[in-house]
């Protein structure tokens, strides 16, 4: 079948021809980058975003204050490398290097990255916003600030770099968390529709237990001590301990379950659906129903602290339902396969149906709502930095940037820059979307 | 049609109880008093210098909490260690609270805390009512006590008290008049330290607190239509709902109807062009539009239309401009209207780009359908095929759509609204939120869900009306 479809997509030069989901894995996802390539808009939103990956890896080289090589009293340094280890805590500085700012060190030799500033950098002697054309108070055009700078003088252009980077990672991060969530409840529901999900009363019940006493247990008692070590800095460890609790009384609970179902009791060990369509429906309605930034707003009003990273939780928290709705029907309608049906027949195990058989080829279609979902989660992380919330004090995002305008309405690059920048990423993801949906869809 | 309605009704009520839960929890979990914030002036911050004035402000501040509510027990149940009493919650204020709490969770033996507890205030009590003439040592001697009322670490107290002792310790007339109380105070912290049990904090228990809880008077008082009071400024929170409801409103269906009104034509008409340069036109440009953030454009518009800046301050400036009492609705609107303009643009042209890529698709499938062919092959004019026989089929994904930007509608743009300084929900909810203003956060969110729900319905219904192969029933 699939090769007769190639040959003819081969003969007829530009019209594909949809080979049908019996296809080999491989082969389709061959054929689908081959359409996706030939839509022009995606093929150059590809390019753009591998632009803006690369710059947001190499941003430090890019965008940075201090010398990216410089010969200090005959010896030499890399500054930009060095606070990677630095950060890693493999290295420290000099005290020398505490004294003096970075640009007023007496080197030998310095290499300066193209933009020499930092996103924190103040140059104080440029602040009250100057624009990229007027005359600036730089010693030479080397330290000229392209972009024009912001009320209390940072460099434009240097926070662009640094944003770029927390709309990707914004983007990458939120997205992964939403696509994990939503891949694995929206084919709960799809495939188990109909109360095919059938577990002995005994195990249903030793869960609750368990869910009680990891209540309990995981995070009752341990509130108080997560909240100290919060204080004191090291709440990874804290986490990891209520993880590794609730874990463990969720393995010994159906560990349990186990040697018990082997019993063979009448009453217990019936078997009773849990029609997880309903739940993870009911769940996905709930969800929609609030207003998405509202909610966002009401959880980082919870968390004190600012940080990115919480945003990038709660929005991948919250974000997911858009891709459980997309994978419910999409295996809704691969469950009716004839191959499923085969491989049902040839008595293969549930697990392996749903994740090696059923899976795969609904997953296609979901990749169309990630590219669009990314695309949100961007600009739902520079609405809240506009707003004034998420990235905090002293970090640096394209709505941050943004935000200033409002209150410089004479400086219309705090305005034209970020949000283009914006604009360009959001576009590129939402072209990417689209170019899948028409790699996708027959038509 | 009245039964598969009342279904789905029916089905919305765990919905609605699920965001009412959430909306609950989220206020529990965020930290900050809303009894002090409910006063406006902290009670206890007010230089106390007489035991009276101490109780005075107790009072004040128990009242606050019995008129907000705070003194019950927050939900139906809950789950705590056995250590636990369960009348904690009548124990105001807050802060005090979090500080026996911070202490049963490291010792688990509430006798001895609450023993050491009812000692810490007699003791504050007595050093009120001694005489001013002590003053020099009775400041090093209330410091700490003042202190010892927020501490839980058992270092912390420890020097605490050891400080108090050396204040007494120089003092013989403050050692006579205190000295009892603080040794006992002192006996009661051993205790507290020497019988700890922290076996009791590893035993759940869970215990009922009836119906006479927060939660449950929260959401009644909801379903009666009773919102609360604000805490920011002690209104009724409907007062303040309804104002920015009304405006919201305004804002978002006017911008609807001007996206449906340009963007159903130009949907439609790409779709009959499919493929023509207009189209491919339309739909680049549309496709663009939908990735502009709209509070960017709406910074944009600001900075460059109202500011005098650029020379082209066309329109006015950001919030709603004078309006004064006793203006009816209209009249309201009448004077808003310049002041809106800009914040509909903003509000109007995604919906503009998505309303109209959807119509263009659901045109697009009718005109392929055999039927489109057949009224074509029988002669009918383009114009009647494309109108009659093609839009008003591809009709029904605008209904749900038109239903499903009710949360969007109550929730207002949240950012529009903050760019513009317009005072409609989103703009009501940013401040709420902020300020933690929780009746109202709970009432916005609470009325998003109900608003939803009914959007969702009302689009069941149109369905049902606009094609009347649509049995509700069977669904």
Not at chain 1, 361 to 389: D, Q, R, Y
Not at chain 2, 354 to 383: C, H, N, W
Not at chain 2, 410 to 434: C, D, K, Q, R
Request: aromatic share 12%.
């Amino acid at each position: 079948m699939s090769n007769k479809a190639n040959k003819t997509m081969e003969m007829q030069g530009t019209a594909a021809i949809w080979p049908g989901t019996t296809a080999p894995q491989h082969r389709l996802a061959g054929v689908i980058w081959q359409r996706f390539r030939r839509h022009r808009p995606a093929r150059w939103s590809a390019r753009v975003l591998l632009l803006l990956a690369m710059v947001a890896l190499l941003g430090d080289f890019i965008a940075n204050e201090k010398p990216l090589y410089c010969q200090l009293e005959g010896r030499h340094y890399f500054p930009v490398l060095r606070q990677y280890a630095v950060d890693a805590g493999l290295a420290s500085w000099e005290a020398r290097f505490f004294q003096k700012s970075w640009r007023e060190q007496p080197y030998e030799v310095v290499l300066f990255p193209p933009i020499p500033y930092s996103a924190g950098t103040i140059d104080s002697a440029n602040s009250g916003c100057k624009s990229p054309f007027t005359t600036q108070n730089t010693a030479s055009w080397r330290y000229r600030h392209w972009l024009g700078t912001d009320r209390l003088g940072h460099d434009i252009a240097a926070g662009m770099i640094a944003g770029t980077r927390v709309a990707l990672l914004v983007g990458l991060i939120a997205m992964s968390i939403a696509t994990l969530a939503g891949i694995l409840l929206g084919a709960l529901a799809g495939y188990f529709r109909e109360g095919e999900l059938r577990v002995t009363r005994i195990r249903l019940l030793l869960n609750l237990v368990a869910f009680f006493l990891a209540w309990f247990y995981g995070i009752e008692t341990q509130r108080f001590d997560l909240a100290e070590a919060a204080e004191n800095g090291n709440a990874a460890a804290a986490w990891l301990r209520i993880f590794a609790t609730v874990a463990g009384i969720f393995l010994l609970a159906n560990l349990l379950a186990r040697q018990l179902e082997r019993r063979g009791w009448p009453f217990l060990g019936k078997r009773l659906s849990l029609f997880p369509d309903l739940w993870v429906m009911r769940l996905v309605e709930v969800l929609d129903a609030i207003p998405g930034l509202l909610l966002l707003l009401a959880f980082l009003a919870v968390v004190q602290k600012s940080s990115v990273y919480y945003v990038m939780v709660v929005i991948g928290l919250l974000r997911w339902t858009g891709i459980a709705r997309y994978m419910r029907a999409e295996l809704l309608k691969v469950r009716n396969l004839a191959y499923i049906e085969a491989a049902r027949a040839m008595g293969f195990s549930t697990r392996r149906i749903l994740f090696r058989h059923a899976l795969p080829n609904a997953i296609g279609p979901v990749l169309i709502s990630v590219s669009f979902g990314i695309a949100a989660a961007i600009l739902l992380e520079s609405s809240l930095s506009f707003l004034g919330l998420g990235v905090a004090a002293e970090g640096t995002s394209w709505g941050k940037i943004l935000s200033d305008a409002r209150e410089n309405p004479a400086a219309w690059w705090l305005a034209v820059f970020p949000g283009g920048a914006i604009f360009l990423t959001v576009t590129a993801f939402n072209l990417i979307g689209e170019g899948l949906t028409r790699a996708y869809s027959p038509e | 049609m009245i039964a598969y309605l009342l279904k789905r009704l029916f089905l919305f009520i765990p919905t609605l109880l699920a965001v009412s839960l959430i909306a609950f929890g989220l206020s529990r979990l965020t930290p900050g008093d809303p009894v002090l914030h409910y006063l406006v002036t902290n009670p206890f911050e007010t230089s106390i210098s007489t035991p009276q004035a101490l109780q005075q402000a107790e009072k004040r501040y128990r009242q606050a909490a019995e008129t907000l509510g705070q003194d019950k027990p927050a939900f139906y149940f809950s789950v705590k260690a056995k250590a636990w009493p369960d009348t904690l919650h009548r124990i105001i204020p807050r802060d005090r609270r979090e500080t026996l709490e911070k202490l049963i969770a490291r010792y688990g033996n509430w006798e001895q805390i609450e023993a050491w507890h009812q000692e810490l205030r007699q003791l504050q009590l007595k050093s009120l009512s001694l005489p001013d003439s002590l003053d020099a040592s009775l400041v090093s001697f209330k410091v700490p006590l003042l202190e010892l009322a927020a501490a839980w670490r058992e270092a912390h107290l420890a020097s605490l008290l050891s400080e108090m002792q050396k204040a007494l310790d120089k003092d013989p007339v403050l050692a006579e008049a205190l000295g009892q109380d603080f040794s006992e105070l002192k006996q009661r912290f051993e205790a507290v330290r020497g019988k700890a049990t922290p076996g009791l904090l590893r035993i759940p228990s869970l215990r009922w607190h009836g119906t006479d809880n927060q939660y449950h008077h929260w959401l009644f008082s909801f379903l009666r239509g009773d919102l609360g009071v604000s805490l920011y400024d002690r209104r009724p929170v409907a007062d303040k709902v309804a104002p920015a409801l009304f405006w919201t409103l305004v804002l978002n269906l006017s911008a609807l109807a001007l996206a449906f009104l340009l963007a159903v034509p130009l949907g439609v008409w790409s779709a009959a062009r499919q493929g023509s340069r207009f189209d491919q036109l339309t739909s680049l440009g549309l496709f663009m539009l939908y990735s502009l953030p709209a509070f960017w454009v709406g910074t944009l518009l600001l900075v460059f239309f109202t500011t005098r800046e650029y020379g082209m301050n066309i329109f006015p400036g950001p919030g709603l401009g004078y309006l004064p009492a006793g203006l009816t609705w209209w009249e309201q609107i009448g004077r808003a209207a310049p002041h809106l303009i800009l914040p509909v643009i903003c509000l109007s042209y995604p919906a503009l780009a998505y309303i109209s890529r959807q119509a263009r698709g659901g045109m697009a499938e009718v005109l392929r359908q055999d039927f489109i062919r057949t009224a074509r092959a029988k002669g009918l004019p383009e114009q009647l095929v494309i109108w009659r026989h093609g839009f008003r089929n591809a009709l029904f994904p605008l209904i749900t759509m038109a239903a499903g930007v009710f949360p969007a509608i109550v929730a207002g743009s949240v950012t529009i609204e903050f760019i513009f300084n317009i005072p409609g929900m989103g703009w009501l909810s940013y401040h709420a939120i902020f300020s933690k203003d929780w009746p109202v956060v709970f009432s916005v969110l609470m009325l998003g869900g109900v608003l939803t729900i009914a959007g969702l319905l009302v689009a069941d219904i149109l369905y049902a009306l606009a094609d009347p192969r649509v049995k509700l029933d069977k669904a």
